[in-house]
């Protein structure tokens, strides 16, 4: 059964810092990995979604890696603003693909960006 | 705009008592999921449905029923049956499809459903 953690649960850092949030899976054998973001009470956003024959997304200031065969990813964050705090959440795929679309998500790692 | 509307934000259940949440999309996607969010858990998934007329058990579809009846519908149905009712529970929308087509999950802004 597939797994996935993030480290660290929470993380409190001044503006303008770069950061890396982590994520892994116990199985890689995974389709696709997405990083969402959270904003309390509110429903989440795909930040970016990365192919498993991929090895990293950018958009912005935000860029995804992703290292199949170790089971992991990383969400770097550039220039962090205090607009970014939020939860972050990953969530993979199964690797068969095809007609199966569930997503196994991670508990997610609370941002706080102080100004 | 295109986008999942649920309904209502905040929902109140009583012993015994069933009630239905709404989820509407108007994106035009084929799949639709329902997930529970505990505090500090990730999201679980409830049911799923990729077709009209068509849907699949999750991980805890235990005490909560659905219904597809239009593609752009899927309300969920909590039961007396669920003993432990009170979560956030997000709907999600996506296309089907390999390779460009893709598409990460959409997501509604959620309802919180509580016991009185």
């Known amino acids: 059964k597939q797994e996935v953690t993030q480290i660290p649960a929470a993380l409190s850092v001044p503006e303008g810092e770069n950061l890396v949030l982590n994520c892994s899976f116990t199985?890689?054998?995974?389709?696709?990995l997405q990083w969402f973001r959270q904003d309390p009470g509110k429903g989440l956003t795909s930040l970016l979604l990365?192919?498993?024959?991929?090895r990293e997304q950018t958009s912005g200031r935000l860029n995804a890696s992703l290292d199949k065969s170790s089971g992991r990813s990383t969400l770097y964050i550039a220039a962090s603003q205090p607009g970014d705090s939020a939860t972050y959440l990953c969530?993979?795929?199964?690797?068969?693909?095809?007609?199966?679309?569930?997503?196994?998500f991670g508990k997610g790692t609370l941002l706080t960006v102080n100004p | 705009d295109g986008g999942i509307t649920q309904s209502p934000k905040y929902l109140f259940r009583k012993e015994g008592q069933n009630v239905t949440l709404s989820c509407e999309q108007n994106?035009?996607?084929?799949?639709m999921y329902w997930y529970r969010q505990d505090p500090g858990q990730g999201l679980r998934l409830i049911y799923y449905?990729?077709?009209?007329?068509?849907?699949q058990k999750g991980d805890i579809a235990e005490g909560y029923s659905v219904s597809r009846e239009k593609k752009e519908s899927f309300p969920l149905t909590v039961t007396s049956a669920q003993k432990n009712p009170t979560a956030f529970y997000l709907c999600?929308?996506?296309?089907?499809?390999?390779?460009?087509?893709?598409?990460?999950?959409?997501f509604g802004d959620g309802t919180r459903l509580s016991i009185l």
């Open positions: 999600a929308s996506s296309i089907l499809g390999q390779g460009p087509h893709n598409q990460p999950q959409h």
């Open positions: 449905s990729q077709i009209v007329n068509d849907f």
């Open positions: 994106l035009n996607h084929d799949a």
């Open positions: 969530a993979v795929r199964p690797g068969s693909g095809g007609s199966n679309y569930k997503l196994t």
């Open positions: 990365i192919q498993s024959s991929q």
């Open positions: 199985d890689s054998a995974i389709y696709n």
